[in-house]
């Protein structure tokens, strides 16, 4: 009896620090009033012709990041060569912003030069294709500024890359790109060209051009680097020597067969991509993991607008009155993308990673202004959770994914 007694003692006592422990690793949420960050104090401030009116301020309920125990700096990361962080400006082009990075590192990586690449020569043609697509799907095609990791070797294959210095697609004086006007521009002309059915591509094309020749200045067909003359086409195949057929993107959800490549069915994806390997979501983390821990960077891409997403903290975690870390798995991420909780809304770098507490830590670079806000600029702390449940795909060399395309190329042999 008296044994009885003590263990049942001993269960209670048990039970009773299981629920106090439990507790103490439930995240709680707050109202936080948005403060001004870099986006209104230096890009708005940069722009000459901002004049849009103030929007009223609304609290936002966040998690409360109070006593939680994060990543500090960048410097506790394991990392590979990256170029400095360069603001994205007002531009929805975080898409190429992110994936030139990547390809930058990539240029380190396989042939050690040190590369500063033009984002807005990517952008200027990435707009002809999109005014094109328009025109000759009648008008049944978006023209946004959006687009996905793979349009820019898609564009390279076509039109070539020139560095930084080459194409700096400001205006003279311009502090930051602002690509607002110009998008507006673009798009009122492509509607009207569909209202009046005056379906003349190359007068269409023309126009395009000029429009951002007015905005961005008008890309150049040669020029001098390290001495040497180079037409875009050469400076890709001579100089940086990426290959763009060497790299594949990695999708993971339940909407599309597995083990099979598809589309990734998003409206930033306008010419309908079906080149993603879609993969069970262990396979994608696994791969993700493996690849970084390797020496490989990836340009990711995802949501970014979650209660535990936050520029002032930088970083993206997931609270458990979300989702409790075990729960996260293939059907909780499918969930959120097909009701639209999770969105295609930002492209990233991913440059880094540490442990902390059995889990995975990823440093991202960013262009987005949040990132500017605080600590070290440019740059956001991942939680391996956030990235399990909120980014949808990344691009990476074919070589980081051996495993995976020999698995493919078995499924369909």
């Known amino acids: 009896m008296k044994t009885s007694f003590s263990f049942l003692s001993f269960i209670i006592v048990f039970l009773f620090h299981s629920s106090i422990s439990s507790q103490d690793h439930k995240n709680n949420g707050t109202f936080v009033e948005p403060k001004d960050g870099y986006y209104q104090n230096e890009i708005l401030k940069g722009l000459k012709e901002f004049n849009e009116p103030e929007k009223e301020k609304k609290k936002e309920f966040k998690l409360d990041f109070t006593g939680m125990d994060l990543p500090k700096s960048k410097d506790e990361f394991t990392s590979y060569w990256y170029n400095d962080p360069v603001s994205q400006g007002r531009t929805g082009t975080c898409w190429c912003f992110s994936t030139t990075s ?128 180079y037409t875009p086409k050469e400076f890709l195949n001579n100089y940086i020597k990426i290959i763009p057929d060497d790299y594949v993107d990695i999708l993971s959800y339940m909407q599309k067969p597995y083990y099979e490549q598809v589309e990734y069915e998003v409206e930033d994806n306008w010419w309908h991509s079906d080149v993603y390997y879609n993969v069970p979501l262990n396979v994608y983390m696994d791969a993700l993991k493996y690849a970084i821990r390797n020496g490989y960077t990836m340009s990711i891409g995802g949501d970014v607008s979650e209660a535990g997403y936050d520029s002032w903290n930088k970083v993206g975690v997931i609270p458990t009155f979300d989702i409790p870390s075990e729960y996260i798995d293939e059907s909780a991420r499918q969930f959120r993308f097909s009701n639209k909780t999770t969105t295609d809304d930002h492209g990233i770098h991913l440059v880094g990673y540490m442990e902390k507490d059995g889990k995975d830590w990823y440093l991202i670079k960013d262009s987005g202004a949040g990132s500017r806000n605080t600590g070290d600029k440019g740059f956001y702390f991942y939680h391996e959770d956030y990235v399990k449940l909120k980014i949808m795909d990344f691009m990476v060399h074919k070589d980081a994914v051996e495993n995976i395309l020999k698995k493919f190329k078995e499924q369909n042999e």
């Open 102 to 229: 990547f390809f930058e590192s990539e240029i380190y990586r396989l042939h050690q030069k040190k590369v500063k690449l033009s984002e807005k020569y990517t952008v200027y043609w990435e707009y002809v294709e999109k005014a094109k697509r328009y025109i000759n799907e009648r008008g049944n095609s978006a023209f946004e500024e959006g687009s996905e990791a793979n349009a820019v070797p898609r564009i390279w294959k076509m039109y070539g890359i020139v560095p930084g210095e080459a194409y700096i697609g400001l205006m003279p004086g311009q502090s930051f790109d602002d690509h607002k006007t110009m998008h507006i521009e673009m798009k009122a002309y492509l509607q009207n060209v569909k209202a009046t059915n005056a379906w003349d591509e190359e007068a269409a094309i023309t126009v395009i051009k000029s429009i951002m020749n007015h905005y961005m200045g008008e890309p150049p067909t040669e020029f001098y680097f390290d001495g040497k003359k």
